[in-house]
Each structure stands twice: as C-alpha cells, then as structure tokens.
C-alpha cells in the first residue's frame, strides 16, 4: 500500500515538473519516520484532536511518517497529559503531544505545575482564530442579537467552552465582550471538558453560545448544527465567507491560536531533528494544504529556538491581557 502510494506521488511529480510548476519537495517519497504517536489532552472532538488527527493524516499521506496512532487524555485542563509525558519520559521518546495557548495560559494561572520550559519544543505549526457560535434553531443571528440577550439578562446569557474557567475559550469570551463595551467579568461562563460535550450543552440549550475554534465551528456549521455568528480574523475566511468577522460587526478585537507539538524532556536530538524534518516538509505537500484548507487553519511554523521565542512573547501578553482582564 505505501509503494503504491509514493509511486503515485513520484508520477504525480514527474507531471508537474513538465508542466514548469516545480517539483514537490517529497517527490522522491522520502520517509523521516516509521511512527508517530500523538498524545492528545482532551477528548474526540477538540482543537487539539482535530490538530493532532489532521497533522497524521497529513504526514502519513504524504508518506514522511508510515504509520501514525492517537491517544486521548483527558483532565486537569491538559496538566494529566504534561505530567504523563513528563513522568514517563524515558518511554515516550516516540510521542509528540499537541498543545495550543493554553499551556501558557494554564501555567500562569496555576492550574498545573508545569509549564513549556518542562518539555522538549518541536514545533510550531498552525493558527486557529476564535469563533463565537449559537445553535442552528437558536433566534440569535449575530453579536448584535448576543450582545441584545446579554444586556437583557446577563447571568441567563451564558457562553460556553470547551476550556476551564480562565482558560482559552473563556479568555476569548471576555475579550471579545470587553471590545463590545460589556463587563468581561460579568459573563456567565460555563466549562466543559473539550468541544464535544460544549456542543451538546449548546444544542440541549444549557448555554445560549460557544466559544470555540474556528476550525471546530466550521466542522458543526457545514454539519449543519450551530450558526457562527463572529470570527476573530481581521478579514473573511476562505473556509466560511459567510461568517461575519468581530471588527465588521464593530467590535474592534482579533485573535488567533496557535497549535503545536511537544516531545518529551531529554528528547534525543536526533530524534527531535527527524520530528522538526517531518513537520518541515510536510508544508510543501498537498495533503497537508488540503488539511489545512478544510479545517481554516492558518500555516505558522516556528521550531526549536524560533519556537521558544514565540512562546515566552505569547506568555508575557497573556499575562498582561490576563491581568487587564481580572484573570490574574
């Protein structure tokens, strides 16, 4: 099966250098890895599922890793999968886990002990903006009718998310109700464990929004299932044009997540270079584009010190946003 494939892909190379387009960078169907495992720490129908799924997918159909696995784990806010893949080390040399903001977020409220500098930094890889979605029988169209619904009854206004209280979805929420001109504090916000279980508190009526991301809100829109009612893009998205950005609606604030991956402390270097090659090539194949078109993602690749540089600025903004916004 993957002769198969990467004799597919050396065809498919061969015709689009004849055609002067440039020949891909895996043309030769080079692997970088025989595995991956992707430690997850949430539950199915998370960003950080969707990203760790949508990645070996990628990397796998691309042919730079041969086979990929996944595990979930869920609780403590994503502090039971640090810790795992702290206290196991030795043993986990072959998992990369997924992480996004919340690492930085979750470290400086305290929720776990831990924080990036305790892992070995991989890479970077996308964004993910914010987006705020109602129920798809729900009579609320726009921020405007939510904003309309908070002003009238703000404790029986709730938003949900799938992050603990304090954590990204809920930072979102705030952020987005301060730009309004509201009481951040004064949001009711309710915690859910992962998307999944948000999204059957908004269908049930539990909770009159969800804050989430982009790419989870687009997955339940073209399901049919929510409205998305505000972006936090500056511009329109070409994986939902429909979708009205905050700024339109005149609320004057932008956001985006960043997604990436972990390995273990005291990660070989070898093995953490053969993991930065993967994620590195993987950029220039069509798996990966058709991944990221699908789910709205935006390409941020930032690895090893790059990464670290990003990180330690995401922390000393959060932390003054945080702090601006009573979190801290």
């Given at each position: 099966m993957t002769t198969l494939k990467l004799g597919r892909r050396a065809l498919m190379a061969a015709a689009v250098a004849a055609f002067g387009f440039g020949t891909p960078a895996l043309a030769d169907g080079h692997q970088v890895l025989d595995s991956v495992h992707f430690l997850i720490p949430g539950g199915a129908g998370g960003g950080w599922d969707g990203t760790a799924r949508g990645t070996g997918e990628a990397l796998?159909?691309?042919?730079l890793v041969g086979t990929a696995s996944f595990e979930n784990m869920?609780?403590?806010?994503?502090?039971?999968?640090?810790?795992?893949?702290?206290?196991?080390?030795?043993?986990?040399?072959?998992?990369?886990?997924?992480?996004?903001?919340?690492?930085?977020?979750?470290?400086?409220?305290?929720?776990?002990?831990?924080?990036f500098r305790d892992l070995t930094l991989v890479a970077g890889t996308i964004g993910d903006y914010a987006a705020i979605v109602v129920g798809k029988d729900s009579e609320l169209n726009s921020m405007a009718d939510l904003l309309a619904a908070f002003d009238a009854d703000p404790s029986g206004t709730a938003v949900g998310g799938g992050s603990v209280p304090g954590g990204m979805d809920h930072l979102v929420a705030a952020m987005v109700m301060e730009a309004a001109g509201k009481d951040a504090l004064a949001v009711k916000y309710i915690p859910y464990d992962a998307g999944g279980?948000?999204?059957?508190?908004?269908?049930?009526?539990?909770?009159?929004?969800?804050?989430?991301?982009?790419?989870?809100a687009v997955d339940l829109a073209n399901a049919g299932e929510v409205k998305i009612i505000g972006v936090t893009s500056a511009e329109r998205v070409d994986a939902a044009p429909d979708a009205m950005t905050m700024k339109e609606q005149g609320i004057d604030t932008t956001f985006v997540n960043w997604r990436g991956f972990f390995g273990a402390p005291g990660l070989p270097a070898d093995k953490l270079a053969m993991y930065q090659d993967a994620i590195a090539k993987m950029y220039?194949?069509?798996?990966?584009?058709?991944?990221?078109?699908?789910?709205?993602?935006?390409?941020?690749?930032n690895s090893g010190d790059d990464f670290k540089t990003f990180l330690e600025g995401q922390e000393q903004v959060i932390g003054d946003l945080m702090k601006k916004l009573g979190f801290l």
């Amino acid at each position: 099966m993957t002769t198969l494939k990467l004799g597919r892909r050396a065809l498919m190379a061969a015709a689009v250098a004849a055609f002067g387009f440039g020949t891909p960078a895996l043309a030769d169907g080079h692997q970088v890895l025989d595995s991956v495992h992707f430690l997850i720490p949430g539950g199915a129908g998370g960003g950080w599922d969707g990203t760790a799924r949508g990645t070996g997918e990628a990397l796998t159909g691309a042919g730079l890793v041969g086979t990929a696995s996944f595990e979930n784990m869920s609780g403590g806010g994503g502090g039971k999968a640090i810790g795992y893949l702290i206290e196991n080390a030795e043993s986990n040399h072959g998992t990369l886990m997924v992480n996004s903001t919340p690492i930085v977020i979750r470290s400086l409220t305290g929720v776990f002990p831990h924080n990036f500098r305790d892992l070995t930094l991989v890479a970077g890889t996308i964004g993910d903006y914010a987006a705020i979605v109602v129920g798809k029988d729900s009579e609320l169209n726009s921020m405007a009718d939510l904003l309309a619904a908070f002003d009238a009854d703000p404790s029986g206004t709730a938003v949900g998310g799938g992050s603990v209280p304090g954590g990204m979805d809920h930072l979102v929420a705030a952020m987005v109700m301060e730009a309004a001109g509201k009481d951040a504090l004064a949001v009711k916000y309710i915690p859910y464990d992962a998307g999944g279980k948000a999204m059957a508190a908004l269908l049930s009526g539990e909770i009159a929004a969800l804050s989430t991301g982009f790419s989870e809100a687009v997955d339940l829109a073209n399901a049919g299932e929510v409205k998305i009612i505000g972006v936090t893009s500056a511009e329109r998205v070409d994986a939902a044009p429909d979708a009205m950005t905050m700024k339109e609606q005149g609320i004057d604030t932008t956001f985006v997540n960043w997604r990436g991956f972990f390995g273990a402390p005291g990660l070989p270097a070898d093995k953490l270079a053969m993991y930065q090659d993967a994620i590195a090539k993987m950029y220039d194949t069509p798996e990966w584009e058709a991944v990221r078109a699908r789910n709205g993602w935006v390409n941020i690749h930032n690895s090893g010190d790059d990464f670290k540089t990003f990180l330690e600025g995401q922390e000393q903004v959060i932390g003054d946003l945080m702090k601006k916004l009573g979190f801290l």
